[in-house]
T-cell receptor
Framework: NAGVTQTPKFQVLKTGQSMTLQCAQDMNHEYMSWYRQDPGMGLRLIHY???????DQGEVPNGYNVSRSTTEDFPLRLLSAAPSQTSVYFCASTPGGSVTEAFFGQGTRLTVV | GEDVEQSLFLSVREGDSSVINCTYT??????LYWYKQEPGAGLQLLTY?????DMKQDQRLTVLLNKKDKHLSLRIADTQTGDSAIYFCAESPGPPPSKIIFGSGTRLSIRP
């Protein structure tokens, strides 16, 4: 059982470039979310989805887009990368309902130069 | 607004107990969590507690909740080198799709 898979693990972008961080889960979880982790700031929610076709903004959505065309996949798009988006990005999925545990991917370390 | 605060570092001697503290501001918090992050890895749920409980014990882990003071603590008994990690406190007003708010994490280091 693969769980939550994020690709790539590492990425370096130039300012202004765009890219998509991939996230896939094979647990048929309803709820998926993207966080960024910055030193001393914990995890901040970027976007989340409560099911296929439904997405919503978290605390820090600016500069990021998401879509949820299938239950399994929840890609995060950076439209025009900025140095402030240098961070470690985590995707998480949760079954929903009364089950509360979030399952996290291994993270993507992104550097924007 | 919602906020979760933790101290950034804790150092304990191997074999001693570790106590990691957390305070939160959202009085509607229903679920309170402790997650563990080992180097280079994602977060893993250690334990959680509902707001109608004041204590939960799971092997070496004890969670204490003081709802009046909005204070949560995680005690790790007989701390081992494998417990070295960052520990995140988090809260949520309910099960998904309620959002989870994380603290900044406490880095636990173990000295011999």
């Amino acid at each position: 059982n693969a769980g939550v898979t994020q690709t790539p693990k590492f990425q370096v972008l130039k300012t202004g470039q765009s890219m998509t961080l991939q996230c896939a889960q094979d647990m048929n979880h309803e709820y998926m979310s993207w966080y960024r982790q910055d030193p001393g700031m914990g995890l901040r929610l970027i976007h989340y989805s409560v099911g296929a076709g439904i997405t919503d903004q978290g605390e820090v959505p600016n500069g990021y887009n998401v879509s949820r065309s299938t239950t399994e996949d929840f890609p995060l798009r950076l439209l025009s990368a900025a140095p402030s988006q240098t961070s470690v990005y985590f995707c998480a999925s949760t079954p929903g309902g009364s089950v509360t545990e979030a399952f996290f991917g291994q993270g993507t370390r992104l550097t924007v130069v | 607004g919602e906020d979760v605060e933790q101290s950034l570092f804790l150092s304990v001697r191997e074999g001693d107990s570790s106590v990691i503290n957390c305070t939160y501001t959202d009085s509607s918090s229903t679920y309170l969590y402790w997650y563990k992050q080992e180097p280079g890895a994602g977060l893993q749920l250690l334990t959680y507690i509902f707001s109608n409980m004041d204590m939960k014990q799971d092997q070496r882990l004890t969670v204490l909740l003081n709802k009046k003071d909005k204070h949560l603590s995680l005690r790790i008994a007989d701390t081992q080198t494998g417990d070295s990690a960052i520990y995140f406190c988090a809260e949520s007003p309910g099960p998904p799709p309620s959002k989870i708010i994380f603290g900044s994490g406490t880095r636990l280091s173990i000295r011999p």
